[in-house]
């Protein structure tokens, strides 16, 4: 008896260093990333990427990730969706300019010399405040059904369910706004 315990841990310990030597070799690059294989890759469409990976002299790597991150993004591909490239784009914008105004202000300085260089970009407080305007002129436009769906299901990453169709006429006029700037 105590040997079949004893083979069926030394079984698990095995597995387990391969499971870590697999894990060190895809950190290194020198392994393929199989990405994720469970349910919730097969009910979720996969994409395959090419990334670079640093220091490795232009060398590339291929990964997997979901496609789909959001619910706008899962509304945009559906096969009976019902929303356009243009749309898509505005509420992409529109949950941008959400996530970045409910960020927190950061409480350490850069010093980096780059970011004090390049000077067109917002970094920061600046960031935060620009969504924010963005934000607050994206509602403005809208009507109040418009605004509830839109700040649901791009803002707040909830299911679009009977929204669609007043979603869809929120993002285009959206789309308007800043197609005109």
Known sequence: MATIEAERVARILKSDRRYNRLCREIAAGTAPDPGADGPASLSRR???????????????????????????????????????PTQYAAGLRFRRAWLRSARRARTTQTYDTQEIERGGDLSGQ????????????????????????????????????????????????????????
């Open 46 to 84: 996969i994409v395959q990427d090419a990334i670079a990976i640093a220091g490795g002299g232009g060398r590339t790597q291929s990964v997997r990730r979901v496609a789909d991150e959001c619910a706008l993004d899962r509304f945009y591909h559906r096969p009976n969706g019902t929303l356009t």
């Open 126 to 181: 600046e960031n935060t405040c620009y969504a924010r305007e963005l934000v607050s002129e994206a509602l403005e436009v809208l009507s109040a059904a418009q605004r509830r769906a839109i700040v649901a299901v791009c803002g707040e990453d909830e299911r679009v369910g009977m929204r669609g169709k007043t979603l869809c006429y929120g993002l285009e006029k959206l789309a308007d706004l800043w197609l005109r700037k």
